[in-house]
């Protein structure tokens, strides 16, 4: 199994991670934190990993998203599965006075995610298999006063999540969307 894990130094994602390495998968790595990603890449050879790979990306540079994707699928030769686990809870009361602040929250709680999946859905339409998994949020579900920007990205990522399911379901593709209450 080769698998393209983004947000890979996440909890669920490395948690996630070690149920693949113990049959020997593949793993392309992807994380902004180096000293994360190599803690967890080296964790994943111990448990049984046959190959790590890595790659260092702020998932807000939307310029290099071709790339990592381009890099995976030469690396390991395909991908057959992607994990994407990464989000941040921004401050709600920063978001209710600052634009900036919101926009940044729903560049990485969201647009960042959507531009990941569009590339990584023609390269999967057309190999006509693989899963794709995506971690969103329950706070998608209701708005809450709370954290609503977050809900808010977290909602339009799921909506994206549900077309997508619907589009590759047709070539034998699987889109999840997980989603987790608080952690």
């Known amino acids: 199994m080769r698998i393209l ?31 994360k990603l190599e803690d967890t890449g080296n964790d994943l050879k111990v448990r049984g990993a046959k190959r790590i ?10 310029d290099r998203h071709q ?15 992607v994990l994407i686990s990464y989000g941040t809870l921004g401050d709600q009361q920063k978001c209710q006075v600052s634009v900036s ?3 940044k929250e729903f560049t990485t709680n969201c647009t960042s995610v ?3 999946l569009t ?26 006063q709370s954290n609503y920007v977050y809900g808010a990205a977290k909602g339009a ?13 047709k070539s034998g593709v699987a889109v999840v969307t997980v989603k987790p209450g608080l952690i």
Do not use: W
């Not at 149920?19 to 902004?32: H, I, P, Q, T, W």
């Not at 790979?53 to 939307?62: G, N, P, S």
């Not at 590339?119 to 999967?124: D, E, K, S, T, V």
């Open 5 to 35: 894990i983004v947000g890979a130094t996440s909890a669920i994602a490395h948690e996630t991670a070690k149920r693949f390495a113990k049959d020997g998968a593949e793993f392309f790595l992807v994380a902004r934190s180096p000293e």
């Open 53 to 62: 790979e890595t790659f260092l990306l702020d998932v807000t540079d939307f």
């Open 67 to 81: 790339e990592m994707i381009e890099t995976a699928i030469s690396t390991l030769d395909g991908l057959d599965m």
């Open 101 to 103: 602040e919101t926009l």
């Open 114 to 116: 959507i531009s990941l």
């Open 119 to 144: 590339i990584l859905a023609g390269y999967f339409e057309q190999q006509k298999r693989g899963c794709i998994t995506v971690v969103s949020s329950v706070a998608g579900d209701r708005g809450r």
């Open 157 to 169: 990522l799921s909506v994206f999540l549900q077309g997508l399911r619907n589009r590759l379901s």
